[in-house]
Structures are given as C-alpha cells and as structure tokens.
C-alpha cells in the first residue's frame, strides 16, 4: 500500500500570497488531520477531517483552512501569507477517528515565506 | 486542558546503553499516550501507544513504556542503543475533542547515539 503523499516537497511564497498544499491519504482512510512544525512551537493541530466534514480545528486564525474531497484527498489553503507561517506542514491519516487511532504521516511539505 | 512536556530537548547516549526519554502529560479525562519518532526529512512514525489496560506498552524496534498515573508520567526506554535509533522522539496525548484524532505533542527530544 502506498503511504501518505503530500505535495509539492517544497515550496517558497512571498508575504501576501496563498498557497494550496495537497494530501492523498493512504487508501482506504477516511480520516485526514494537518499538523504545523516548527522549531519554536514545535508540532500543533491545525484541524482534522473525516468523510468530507471538518471534525476539530486548532487554534489557529481563519487564513488557515482546508477541505477534504469525496475520495478523502485533503487540500489546506493559508491566505495572506506571513512570514510566521513559514514551517513544515504535515499530513497525517488513519482508518477510522477515535482517540486512539495510529496516525500515518506523510513526509510533509517545507513552506517559506520570504 | 490536554499538555504534553518532555524533560530535555536533547539526549546523548553511547551505543548499548539503556535511553531514557521522559514524558509528562497533563490531561482532565483520562488519557490516550503515544510515541512518535521522526527521522531526518520524513514524517511522524508511531513507536508505540497506551490505551488501556496493560501499563507496561512494547513498541517497535525494541522501545517500550510504562504508564504511570500516579506520576502523570509516559517515560520511553529501551535497554540497548543503536546508532540507527538517532532521531527526534515525540510524546503526544489525545486532544481536548470528544471525538477525533486530534494530538497534543511535547516539543520533542533529540536522541544522539554515539560508537
């Protein structure tokens, strides 16, 4: 079975910009999370879907959103680009969305903001 | 509220020696407990996790960890270190959510293993 992929790997913006970053779960997983990575914060939820309805958010300001298609593929979108949001953005999916669920990371993708 | 605090940012071990990775959690239900290790420009690999029942939990690779309610604490061993074990650990609780997969992580410990 293939693991999660996220794409693209890297990306670079510039302050004002959007951005779309893609996650297609591993087949067969209905739940999608996304998680934001950095050194000073280290890893934080931003939020979770499951069968094309957000289930959780983090906290984190509305320019931060996402979606999630009928075939459980996961899109999220920044809006208004800072600089602060610059981090790895992980992907992570399982079969089901209980607590103790084993979550399955794909490699992420490495956001900087210029 | 659901917190997560791992005691060391960074831990340096000689290969075969015993590593000790220490957790603390905070949660106000009671709790789901997971190790995750993450390897230079990869993701997140789950070692291990306790949901109930046994408090002593065996992961892969040879680590393991005991929940201990008393002291609030998931600490993660394992008795012999390899070099290939070099990464940075997290230790995460279930969140705040009644329902979801949503994870509170400490901000992770480094583990270096020296020959």
């Known amino acids: 079975k293939a693991g999660v992929t996220q794409t693209p790997r890297y990306l670079i913006k510039t302050r004002g910009q959007q951005v779309t970053l893609s996650c297609s779960p591993i087949?067969?997983?209905?739940?999608v999370s996304w998680y934001q990575q950095t050194p000073g914060q280290g890893l934080q939820f931003l939020f979770e879907?499951?069968?094309?309805?957000?289930?959780n958010k983090g906290n984190f300001p509305g320019r931060f959103s996402g979606r999630q298609f009928s075939n459980s593929r996961s899109e999220m979108n920044v809006s208004t680009l800072e600089l602060g949001d610059s981090a790895l953005y992980l992907c992570?999916?399982?079969?089901?969305?209980?607590?103790?669920?084993?979550?399955?990371f794909g490699s992420g993708t490495q956001l900087s903001v210029l | 509220a659901q917190s997560v605090t791992q005691l060391g940012s960074h831990v340096s071990v000689s290969e075969g020696a015993l590593v000790l990775l220490r957790c603390n959690y905070s949660?106000?239900?009671?709790?789901?407990l997971f190790w995750y290790v993450q390897y230079p420009n990869q993701g997140l690999q789950l070692l291990l996790k306790?949901?109930?029942?046994?408090?002593l939990v065996k992961g892969i690779n040879g680590f393991e960890a005991e929940f201990k309610k008393s002291e609030t604490s998931f600490h993660l061993t394992k008795p012999s270190a390899h070099m290939s074990d070099a990464a940075e650990y997290f230790c995460?609780?279930?969140?705040?959510?009644?329902?979801?997969?949503?994870?509170?992580f400490g901000k992770g410990t480094t583990l270096s293993v020296s020959s």
């Open positions: 992570a999916s399982s079969p089901g969305q209980g607590p103790n669920e084993k979550l399955f």
């Open positions: 087949s067969g997983h209905r739940s």
């Open positions: 879907y499951f069968s094309e309805t957000q289930r």
């Open positions: 949660s106000s239900v009671p709790p789901y």
């Open positions: 306790y949901t109930t029942g046994a408090t």
């Open positions: 995460a609780v279930s969140g705040p959510y009644q329902a979801g997969t949503a994870l509170i």
